[in-house]
């Protein structure tokens, strides 16, 4: 019989609703899904069919199986998931296709992520990973997880249909129709008579000698077709997913090679990244190690998993409605009423400790506003201050986005897998130093004040005096520092209080000197420095350091935005201590010398120690910061990097009008004296000029706080 059970009408019918949804959806070329021509396509499988007449009607007869099998694979698309990559209208969907492509290549197009019924161990693994990436602010539709679920299904569903089909009846009546179309005289001249004869009886059911077994056989093959189509569209979904997925996570940052410069050949190591991925997926044997692989790729920095941590907190308050608007009011401790009920509560979502629910100011719920004003950089001596219920009815969704973006940017960090490093976080006013994946030392210092000025050149507000992100390596630490004065600072702070103010060089150390040719305004090592007495040197493009300062008060404030772009450090005798036994060169008693010393000298000198191992330093913007409690800290934006990233501004909300450039400015003279210079370079005196002394200021932004004061 050619047929035991007849095949379920419903799955036959499913089966073909599969095959015609895969064909609108991906648009895959015919050979591939079976969405069109039924006829044989000769392939490298068809070099086991016998080529002779003689040899045909032997296999035909006496191995009839083995020779159709040999036909029917030959009939297939031998790489499938090549295929489905060069497909123009599949290839759409993907954003890898041509890396993919080569990597297939490599493995003779064998998957890995599929295999004829569903998902791998690895495939699953990948799809697992995917479904999760919304746990760490990723969308998880960008790895096409709907597609990833139509191809699985339709998968299922040829498969089941070619598993339950009908067995291929291999009787005596097909063996004999097979041996007789050897001897039609284009069957037997064919080059390949063995193939000739069964594409001759079993291609068409119109034009066969035995048209039920070429029935039988076309459904099959549509079956067959349409499942190895199918996963191989699964296996590149898969695969495209897994590297995407990949470089969202972290192999995608080039922002920690210090080596190439080239976008291009960075692109190139950011590639190799991946194919290793690829391989390493490749070559797992199980879903442990390949969840192992998956798991490896996020970042390792403890803040990383400690946002994650709190991220399921702040996801779970959005999924329910979020939290309670806070009336604002006055009070203190035994206050009570429904204002102070609904403070609780609002405190409660974020896992503050405020005691019982009730309507009474007590000392818990004392102790939990003052640790949420820390946390997020208000000043708890205020009391009840309109900042706080500003900050308490910033919504919870947003609150979320700014967690999502945090994790996104510490999957940009540059900081890598470097073990000793010392890390500076902008919003946080905070640095420290981690040794072997810990952290060592962690310090208040002071960042580059928040005044925006009109850019001449880009007409446009910018941050003058921001501290940049960068990275870079401590090679070297200077004791007792000179401070050259760098220009714009000259030009705008110092030379007019020099002007009103004869000897305000000679009271602060100033000195002008000659250093290889050049003219350098500096303030000699000294008490009034404003580098105090060592600074912290990793050289950069933008001459930026770390160092003491002489305006201890700064560090009492909660923000501390004010320094020109340098980063002042409150303990840098504990940092200077730290770095050098880190390092093996720490004397406490030759350093108490070299200051003890450089303060009886007429002529200061400076000290530098280069440092045997240079340590990278990572400046880096994280408004979301977790602290030792578990307790997410929102900090302040002072850049409005994180708020333009979100909603990035227009070009007219930045456009300014440069101010003019003053027909006179002024200049350092001869003996220090300060002096006008015109644009044609003629310099007069000041104190004889009839016209207004110039404003050397640049334009500012009215909307700036007005942060800053003397020193880098």
Request: with cysteine; glycine share 6%; proline share 6%.
């Amino acid at each position: 019989m050619l047929f035991r059970n007849r095949p379920n009408s419903a799955s036959a019918l499913a089966a073909a609703s599969s095959r015609r949804a895969l064909c609108a959806l991906f648009g895959l070329a015919m050979a591939i899904a079976g969405c069109g021509s039924e006829s044989p396509v000769e392939s490298e499988g068809s070099a086991a069919l016998p080529t002779t007449r003689d040899a045909a009607r032997e296999a035909l007869e006496d191995h009839l199986e083995a020779t159709y099998l040999a036909w029917f694979d030959s009939q297939l698309t031998q790489a499938p998931v090549e295929a489905v990559l060069r497909s123009t209208e599949f290839a759409k969907l993907l954003k890898r296709e041509h890396t993919l492509l080569r990597l297939y290549e490599a493995r003779k197009g064998a998957p890995f992520l599929t295999n004829e019924s569903g998902l791998t161990p690895v495939g699953q693994s990948v799809v697992d990973a995917v479904a999760l990436s919304a746990d760490h602010g990723l969308d998880p539709k960008s790895y096409h997880q709907a597609q990833i679920r139509e191809a699985l299904t339709s998968l299922t569903e040829w498969d089941a249909g070619l598993r339950h089909a009908p067995p291929f009846g291999f009787e005596r009546a097909l063996k004999q129709a097979l041996v007789a179309a050897t001897d039609v005289p284009s069957v037997a001249s064919a080059p390949n008579v063995a193939m000739a004869a069964l594409t001759a009886v079993l291609g068409d059911a119109a034009t066969s000698t035995a048209p039920e077994y070429a029935r039988a056989h076309a459904a099959r093959l549509e079956l067959a077709r349409g499942a190895r189509g199918a996963g191989a569209t699964l296996e590149a979904l898969l695969a495209d997913a897994l590297l995407d997925y990949g470089a969202d996570q972290g192999l995608g940052n080039a922002a920690t090679l210090d080596d190439p410069k080239e976008t291009a050949a960075r692109a190139k190591v950011v590639e190799g990244r991946l194919a290793k991925l690829f391989e390493e997926a490749a070559a797992a044997l199980s879903s442990e190690v390949a969840n192992a692989l998956l798991s490896s790729l996020p970042p390792r920095h403890d803040q990383y998993g400690k946002l994650l941590e709190v991220r399921k907190l702040y996801a779970a308050l959005v999924a329910k409605g979020g939290w309670p608007k806070v009336t604002a009011f006055t009070g203190s401790r035994g206050t009570h009423g429904p204002q102070v009920a609904t403070l609780k509560v609002r405190l409660s979502e974020e896992g503050y400790a405020v005691g019982p629910l009730d309507d009474r100011f007590d000392e818990p719920l004392g102790k939990a506003v003052s640790d949420y004003m820390v946390g997020h950089q208000l000043d708890p001596k205020k009391g009840l201050y309109k900042e706080l219920f500003s900050s308490l009815n910033v919504t919870a969704e947003q609150r979320l986005k700014q967690l999502d973006l945090t994790l996104q940017r510490w999957r940009e960090s540059r900081i890598g897998d470097d073990p000793d490093f010392v890390f500076v976080n902008i919003p946080d006013f905070h640095a420290e130093v981690w040794r072997d994946g810990k952290r060592a030392m962690r310090f208040r210092i002071v960042v580059g004040n928040t005044a925006r000025e009109c850019d001449p050149e880009t007409k446009s507000w910018k941050y003058a005096n921001a501290t940049p992100l960068q990275s870079a390596r401590m090679s070297y630490i200077t004791l007792n520092p000179f401070w050259n004065v760098p220009q714009r600072i000259l030009n705008e702070e110092l030379l007019p209080e020099l002007l009103e103010t004869e000897d305000y060089f000679e009271r602060l150390g100033i000195e002008r000197v000659t250093i290889r040719g050049e003219e350098v305004i500096r303030q000699k090592p000294g008490e009034d420095n404003a580098l105090g007495v060592v600074k912290f040197m990793f050289p950069n493009p933008f001459s930026t350091y770390m160092h003491d300062t002489n305006k201890k008060a700064f560090f009492a404030y909660p923000v501390r935005a004010f320094s020109h772009g340098c980063m002042r450090v409150q303990d840098p005798m504990k940092l200077l201590e730290h770095m050098l036994t880190e390092d093996g060169q720490y004397d406490a008693a030759k350093i108490a010398k070299i200051y003890d010393d450089n303060k009886k000298l007429e002529e200061k000198k400076e000290t530098t120690i280069t440092l045997k191992t240079a340590v990278p330093v990572h400046v880096e913007y994280y408004v979301v910061r977790v602290n030792d409690e578990g307790q997410a800290e929102f900090l302040a934006d002072i850049y409005k990097y994180d708020r333009d990233r979100m909603s990035p501004p227009s070009a007219e909300s930045l456009a300014c009008v440069p101010k003019e450039a003053p027909e006179q400015t002024l200049v350092l003279g001869e003996d220090n004296r300060v002096m006008l210079r015109d644009q044609a370079g003629t310099l007069t005196d000041p104190n004889a000029a009839e016209a207004p002394l110039p404003v050397t200021e640049p334009v500012a932004d009215p909307a700036s706080p007005a942060a800053g004061d003397l020193g880098p």
